[in-house]
């Protein structure tokens, strides 16, 4: 927290902002956002140029390898680290090489929590991860989001790095920092995003915080507020013309569109180039679209102001691997009630210690 009583965060693997955008909502002051991908770093910039008010504007930008950055110029405690590092090792539309694809950035996240220590973390990633054949590499991530200052060895394999994290976990072990982490599988519809978007969330909490933190309740659902649906949020977008629009679509095996009157299926970023059967609409005559750069923006609850830079494909896949910002503002404002809430306990408990303390002197006076 810093002078002004602003919560401070650090986002990792930004992307075009989804993550970012709502830990702001939250109420998070922003620091520096890192990514390695050029256009989605221009995104950034655009948005923070133009003063863009969920952007703070003495944010830093970084652009590049997350495991080249010199982080010395933050603050010693910051609150909250964000980020979902690169999902193709996990997915189902990848090679779901796990720990053996290059792209897993899990073991950069835990270098870098180990290193800035915030108060609590935001983690997310594809479903996949929590697949059977994930299952014992799931845990050993769990355990090194857990215990982060506890690094990998030499020529140590990971299934080695696991036994000896479990080991610790199990004992009374003092270590640099530890965090108590709560791993949770959830579905965007069910907290008002117009798209069925089947995500893990892992929120974790250093272990000097007291904080009694679950996972937010869902919103909506069959059983209660009805899911917002595609048709709810493309509704009031002024009329199309041929530059906004993706083009005339066709269905294909598996990929038949989002019908109006529900939820949107996943927006898609695809692994080679932008899918079309994912992102398209079916109307109630049978007809197909691709969805606009601004509809796909609004199913992943992008506000209408925040702009996207490059062509229509570009702007797909920076929306497509996008944490929607409506689910993220949900995860971070429960977090930052709970660390708000871990600071105002702390004050109180120094204030009755000094009023204690002054109370016992001033008897001892009396003596």
């Not at 209408?304 to 995860?331: C, H, K």
Request: charged residues 25%; aromatic residues 8%; hydrophobic residues 40%.
């Amino acid at each position: 927290m810093d002078a002004n009583g602003n919560l401070t965060a650090v986002e990792l693997f930004a992307g075009a902002g989804g993550l970012l955008l709502g830990t702001s909502l939250a109420g998070f002051k922003h620091l520096a956002a890192a990514e390695w991908e050029h256009n989605c770093c221009n995104t950034l910039r655009l948005n923070q140029q133009k003063g863009y008010p969920l952007i703070d504007e003495d944010m830093r930008i970084i652009e590049g390898d997350v495991r080249d950055i010199d982080w010395s110029f933050l603050p010693d405690d910051i609150d909250l680290l964000a980020g979902g590092p690169p999902c193709q090792p996990f997915s189902l539309g990848g090679l779901a090489r796990a720990e053996a694809d290059k792209r897993d950035m899990f073991p950069a996240y835990t270098a870098i929590l180990a290193r800035l220590k915030p108060r609590a973390f935001i983690c997310e990633n594809v479903k996949g991860l929590t697949r059977e054949s994930f299952h014992q590499y799931y845990e050993y991530i769990l355990l090194r989001l857990q215990h982060p200052a506890l690094a990998k060895r030499e020529g140590e394999t990971w299934e080695q790095h696991a036994i000896r994290l479990s080991r610790t976990h199990t004992s009374a072990d003092h270590e640099a920092v530890r965090y108590e982490v709560v791993p949770t599988v959830v579905d965007a519809a069910d907290y008002g995003v117009p798209q069925h978007r089947h995500r893990v969330i892992i929120v974790g909490f250093r272990s000097d915080v007291e904080a009694s933190w679950a996972f937010p309740q869902r919103t909506h659902g069959r059983d209660m507020l009805p899911w917002t649906t595609l048709g709810d949020v493309i509704q009031n977008l002024p009329s199309l013309n041929n530059e906004a629009r993706g083009g005339e679509a066709r269905a294909y095996p598996g990929h038949t569109g989002s019908e109006l009157d529900k939820p949107c299926k996943t927006i898609k970023a695809g692994v080679h180039g932008v899918p079309g059967g994912e992102n398209m609409i079916r109307y109630p005559d049978g007809s197909l679209r691709y969805l606009t750069v601004r509809e796909a923006a609004r199913v992943q609850t992008f506000p209408d102001g925040y702009e996207f830079t490059g062509a229509w494909s570009e702007g797909m896949r920076q929306i497509g691997n996008a944490v929607p910002v409506e689910l993220a503002r949900v995860v971070a404002s429960s977090v930052a009630c709970a660390l708000r809430e871990d600071t105002a306990r702390k004050q109180l408990n120094h204030i009755l210690i000094s009023e204690l303390e002054e109370a016992v002197n001033h008897e001892t006076a009396l003596v």
